[in-house]
């Protein structure tokens, strides 16, 4: 039984997304592994461009919004310069991945130590829903009304796997949301990412299966069946890297 | 005080609450909260307590007392 639960009261006012949107779920559990790691004032949460950017001044912590995509090289500085800042990079996935690729690499490459949240909404949110590198074969958008045509655009990409596999980073999950047993395993991912950050292992990734019903065209328990049943298989759930902590 | 507080003007009618709740305790209202979405309502009777419906919301609407 839960022995009370509040949301934390760093979100000072309601989330600004679509009902039903993943955003509002992931960035909550973000808050409350701040919380509950007892960061209260030395913790800096990096903003994209994209619908997570509409967080302005829902937050009761330092942000950053860095330009489209480069919060890669952006959260690198900060981090470099406030080694002992939590620093946490909210980045959705055209930005994290299509637009700011060479940035998330690198400061991957490098192993800088802060922490990637990844959602992966398999679109362009904010813009419209345009295809994306996570969109699914056949999957329809705003720029591919016939269905995602993966002869032409290459099939979709898994970064966590990427970066896991090719550098010594120290901590990489994907999560989801359709249930709340899922939910509370995407925390426990977020967590642990911080916490790789805090003991100083090294760069963490978390990318988490987000609902989008809008540019979906779903309703939002239509969407989380989507995710159950189209992305679940090609991107899967767990833990890919963990060097543990101290 | 009731199990679970519910701050109705958030909720934006997304149901995730309503299909995870292990004791269907949560249904629609017949009116519209000021943003004009049917909102979750609770009965307290049948709820216990479990904070399901706290973990799925999409917009901080639940507050779980006990
Ligand atoms: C340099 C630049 N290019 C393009 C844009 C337009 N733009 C704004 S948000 C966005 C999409 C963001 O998509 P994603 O990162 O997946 O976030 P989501 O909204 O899906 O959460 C784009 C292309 C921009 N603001 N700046
Ligand atoms: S457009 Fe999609 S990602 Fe953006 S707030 Fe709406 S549901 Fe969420
Ligand atoms: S606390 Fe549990 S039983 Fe009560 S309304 Fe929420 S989900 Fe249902
Ligand atoms: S999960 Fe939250 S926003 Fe969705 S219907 Fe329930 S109370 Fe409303
Ligand atoms: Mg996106």
Known sequence: ??????????????????????????????????????????????????????????????????????????????????????????????????????????????????????????????????????????QKTSTSVNGRNVELSGMPIRVPEMIAHSFDTAYVARGALFTPAEINKTKSYIKKAMQAQIDGVGHSLVEVLSPCPTNWGLTPLASMERIVNELVPYFPLGEIKNKGGK | MSKVIVSKDKCKQCGFCVKHCPKQAISFSADFNSSGFKYAVVDDSKCIACGMCYTTCPDCVFEITE
């Open chain 1, 1 to 138: 039984m839960a022995k009370g639960k509040k949301a934390p009261e760093k979100i000072l006012r309601q989330v600004p997304f679509c009902p039903g949107c993943g955003h509002g779920i992931i960035v909550r559990l973000v808050m409350e592994c701040i919380e509950e790691l007892g960061y209260n004032d030395n913790v800096l949460i990096g903003k994209p461009v994209g619908c997570a950017s509409l967080l302005d001044n829902n937050l009761a912590v330092d942000t950053f919004t860095g330009a489209h995509g480069r919060n890669g090289a952006s959260m690198t500085t900060i981090k470099r310069l406030k080694p002992d800042m939590l620093v946490v990079s909210y980045q959705g996935d055209g930005d994290c991945y299509n637009i700011g690729f060479s940035e998330t690499m690198n400061a991957a490459y490098r192993n800088e130590k802060f922490t990637v949240i990844a959602v992966n909404n398999g679109n362009f949110g904010m813009t419209g829903g345009q295809m994306a590198w996570t969109s699914m074969p056949g």
